[in-house]
């Protein structure tokens, strides 16, 4: 039970480049979320979905895109990449039953865009 | 709008004596309240929770209060070890309903540092 994976751990990117993030969960969980954490600024949502082929916007969804193909898959794309960009990326899920409030992190991709 | 507030960047404290971390928020909806700890380089992990009708809970050496009036709470860890230090996040979700997803609303987050 691997819990919250995520994929590639470090990444670093040229202005204008594009890249995919990677996030997968093996709990069954139908709510997925990507966050980036910048200092003094906490986790703040990007998007995030609530089952396979659904997907929101959160507080800061400029500049990215997602899909969830899979129930256990979420994907965060950047298509032309910018210095503001620079991050580092958490996924997390969770499950829709409310009994269970807590959401399960991956351990995050740190990228930089130079 | 800031609505999940940690108004403290850093704590220092000594081995053996208790943290206090505290956290505001401003919106009335939020109907449950959970702290994270963050070790460097990795995820944020659950480390306690509590529901808007409670105003206590505790989990072995960690304990968190909630006072609803004053829309505050606090994370109180005793004894404190050199363990826990650790960047610790506040986080909030709104209160029942068909749109919020479990969504979670976080603190800047405030950095512990246990001294031995």
């Known amino acids: 039970n691997a819990g919250v994976t995520q994929t590639p751990k470090f990444r670093v990117l040229k202005t204008g480049q594009s890249m995919t993030l990677l996030c997968a969960q093996d709990?069954?969980?139908?709510?997925m979320y990507w966050y980036r954490q910048d200092p003094g600024m906490g986790l703040r949502l990007i998007h995030y979905s609530v089952g396979e082929g659904t997907t929101a916007k959160g507080e800061v969804p400029d500049g990215y895109n997602v899909s969830r193909l899979k129930k256990q898959n979420f994907l965060l794309g950047l298509e032309s990449a910018a210095p503001s960009q620079t991050s580092v990326y958490f996924c997390?899920?969770?499950?829709?039953?409310?009994?269970?409030?807590?959401?399960?992190f991956g351990p995050g991709t740190r990228l930089t865009v130079l | 709008d800031q609505q999940v507030k940690q108004n403290s960047p850093s704590l220092s404290v000594q081995e053996g004596r208790i943290s206090i971390l505290n956290c505001d928020y401003t919106?009335?909806?939020?109907?449950?309240f959970l702290w994270y700890k963050k070790y460097p380089a990795e995820g944020p992990t659950f480390l306690i929770s509590?529901?808007?009708?409670?105003d206590k809970n505790e989990d072995g050496r960690f304990t968190v209060f909630l006072n609803k009036s004053a829309k505050h709470l606090s994370l109180h860890i005793v004894p404190s070890q050199p363990g826990d230090s650790a960047v610790y996040f506040c986080a909030a979700r709104v209160g029942a309903g068909g749109t919020s997803y479990g969504k979670l609303t976080f603190g800047q987050g405030t950095i512990l540092t246990v001294h031995p």
């Open positions: 509590i529901s808007s009708i409670k």
């Open positions: 997390a899920s969770s499950s829709r039953d409310r009994r269970y409030n807590e959401q399960f």
């Open positions: 709990m069954n969980h139908e709510y």
């Open positions: 919106n009335s909806m939020f109907d449950y």
